[in-house]
């Protein structure tokens, strides 16, 4: 056996979301987000599920930081609804809906650990879709001021930003190939709102610079790996197209103030063009003080003519797949760790998002989720290997604290540390939850 030392000064959480946990969605002034009106739209969810409940934290959350107190964790990510702070998406602020968050901030603060912020988790308000959402480039002044309201509003308290998250959803998983809201299916929506959701970053980051408040900011990205199933060069090519889709179409903007020619020119043969108007790439390309990664799957895949958007299939090699059919791929992690590192430098990364879904239910008050524990085994196991790289590795949150409303999938998928039972909203430790807590206490593992 080998023991696995993480480095002492690396941070461990949890990651949750608004619209996922939270409930209470019409309490407190709140507005209705795109995701309300996504949800409530027959044939988008699972079973019609929707965020009306979800786990009530809005109104549980101190039940919930007590949880993480117990857990052990140095840091919790969660995302403030921006429908909360502006109910129409601009104009007076809310106060009710700031207030809330000062007392999960409070309670968390209060409790040792600190707060990690997304700024955007997806649940824009519905009133700014209503004007083209993302598509309307008046979205991002709209998203810059909602957040220097955020930043004077918690100056002191929360110290970590993120911008936005996983942009790659919010705008091609969302506006290209309609899973998520508002459920669009356009290349060129995709192409424009992933642009303004990149801008909307850089103006966060400018708006953060010029306050010159204590902390430091981010975004959080998701990235998938795509081995080649050969060594032909049509197999390099198609995994390099369909992983830079997520790494390099929303990382070469901000580290290198362009985007990826391979792909623009991609594009260009759909007939779709970046809507770049003078001037964003500088906004974009704001220098950033961490990146968040968000690392889930990846698999083997290779060039297949009129397969997908980048000619690219997936080619099954038997791995074992957690409940909602992601393969289990720790090799993909520690890959797109070491590529991020070689190709874009020595910026500190925080994984903002690791986990996986199992669906176990409580016997005797037991939640058996030997599936997590072997999941999270071997993907610290590769992120260790990627930080015995050189990969600057300076925090860990796995998703997520509580089992949540999974978007399209509901409630029906499972990705917690804490079971929730939907019904009586009754919280149980699941055996993951007290392997992490263990793991917390030494911070090494033994493989
Ligand atoms: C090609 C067709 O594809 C259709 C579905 O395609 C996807 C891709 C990716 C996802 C996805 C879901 N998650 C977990 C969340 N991350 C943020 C947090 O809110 C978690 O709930 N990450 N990626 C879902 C669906």
Known sequence: MTILQFPKDMKWGTATASYQIEGAARKDGRGPSIWDTFAKTPGNVFKGHDGDVACDSYHRFPEDVQLMKELGVDMYR???????????GTGEVNEEGLAYYHRLVDSLLDSGIEPVCTLYHWDLPQALQENGGWENRDT?????????????????????????????CASFL???????????????AGVDTAHHLMIAHGRAVQSFRALSFEGEIGYAPNVEWNEPYSSSEEDAEACRRATGWFLDWFFDPVFKGSYPEFLTDWFAKEGVQVPIVEGDLDIISQPIDF??????????????????????????QGYEKTDIGWNIYPEGFYK??????????????????????YNDEPV??????????????????????????GVPIKGYMTWSLLDNFEWAEGYNMRFGLVHVNYRTLVR????????????????????
């Open 174 to 188: 969302s506006n290209y190939i309609g899973a998520h809201a508002p459920g669009k299916q356009s290349l060129q």
């Open 140 to 168: 991002i002044d709209a998203f810059a001021a909602y957040a220097e309201t955020i930043f004077r509003s918690f100056e002191g308290k929360i110290k970590k930003y993120l911008t936005i998250n996983e942009p790659w």
């Open 78 to 88: 969660f995302s403030i609804a921006w429908p909360r702070i502006f109910p129409k």
């Open 291 to 316: 990146l968040g990664i968000n690392y889930y799957t990846g698999g083997v895949a290779r060039y297949q003519k009129g397969a997908s958007l980048f000619d690219h299939e997936r080619v099954d």
């Open 428 to 447: 149980t430790e699941k055996e993951s939850y007290f392997w992490y807590q263990q793991f917390l206490k030494t911070k090494w593992l033994e493989v």
């Open 336 to 357: 797109i760790l070491t590529k991020i590192h070689q190709q874009y430098g020595d910026m500190p990364i925080y994984i903002t998002e690791n986990g996986s879904c």
């Open 364 to 389: 005797d008050g037991v939640v058996a989720d030997d599936g997590r524990i072997r999941y999270l085994e071997k993907h610290l196991t590769a992120l260790h290997r990627a930080i015995q790289s």
